[in-house]
């Protein structure tokens, strides 16, 4: 049975391939490539001709059928732009398809910006959340920002030039000035990973030129801690004031990205306090 073979490509240097990735492009009898400029280069280094279809964002209900009918022929490997395909591309609709319909997916693993970016970061690698590229609009990016500033994980983002210097000032307006790595132009010839906080990156890079990813540091245990406290006195106060539960909880979601359920039970307890001990607030004072 015919099959689609998810195939990783470099990321710059074009020495970043497998044996096995190069034979199974040769082998297939279509390669199905988010940018086939690049791809092109990237047989012709290595001498091989096996046709090529265009799959990328703008194309890819038009040629899903396509591919999904040629896979019934013959197997055919997807290739994204660079790296890992169906991260950040639309390469993992294909796939879903693939399964959908009973084809085998088989992966040829390689190179991943997003990892190759963490590893090298400095950063803890046990647990992190890869966030991709962020949503091009201010409210938006900054309402993801939000929404992962308890995450303790490390977070890898993936920017454009143009963006950059809005995102890093997002990140500090957001998370604070925690540490990070900016590495530009990975494996490529102008490589460079800086390391330090997000405001001395903000200064490093005014001109930026390259393709970026971000790693960026979790949260720490004792800011968790800090916060924690900090959005309780808060609650407290407009607990006092005579604040409705709906309005404090939609104000404190906003601010904080926290979901209203978390929200909600942290002003349960305040209530609860208050109808045992009075003001649910002096421990809080005290601390």
């Not at 090529?52 to 999904?68: F, Q, V």
């Not at 906080?197 to 970026?212: K, L, N, V």
Request: hydrophobic share 35%.
């Amino acid at each position: 049975m015919p099959i689609l073979y998810v195939v990783a490509t470099p990321i710059g240097n074009l020495e970043d391939i497998s044996l096995r990735a190069l034979r199974v492009l040769r082998e297939v009898k279509l390669i199905a490539a988010e940018d086939t400029r690049k791809t092109k280069r990237l047989l012709n280094t290595y001498g091989i001709q096996t046709p090529m279809t265009s799959y990328y964002e703008h194309n890819k209900k038009a040629k899903l059928d396509y591919i999904l009918h040629y896979l019934t022929e013959g197997d055919v490997a997807l290739v994204s732009e660079a790296g890992t395909p169906g991260v950040s591309d639309p390469g993992y609709e294909l796939i879903g398809a693939a399964h959908r319909n009973g084809i085998p997916v088989i992966p040829v693993p390689g190179p991943s910006a997003a990892i190759t970016a963490l590893v090298v970061s400095g950063l803890p690698t046990d647990r992190f959340l890869y966030l991709g590229f962020l949503p091009r609009r201010a409210g938006a990016r900054k309402q993801t920002l939000k929404s992962v500033v308890r995450e303790r994980g490390t977070l890898v983002i993936l920017e454009a030039p143009h963006r950059l210097q809005t995102t890093l000032s997002d990140l500090q307006l957001i998370l604070g000035d925690r540490q990070m790595a900016v590495c530009r132009e990975l494996t490529k010839l102008h490589e460079e990973v800086f390391r330090g906080s997000i405001s001395q990156a903000i200064d490093c890079f005014t001109q930026p030129r390259g393709e970026f990813t971000l790693v960026v540091e979790g949260r720490r245990e004792e800011e968790s801690r800090k916060s924690d406290t900090d959005i309780e006195r808060r609650l407290c106060v407009m607990h006092q004031s005579g604040v409705k539960a709906k309005e404090a909880i939609a104000r404190m979601a906003g601010e904080t990205g926290l979901s209203r359920r978390e929200l909600y039970r942290t002003w349960l307890k305040l209530n609860k306090v208050s109808d045992e001990k009075g003001s649910p607030c002096h421990s809080l004072e005290r601390s």
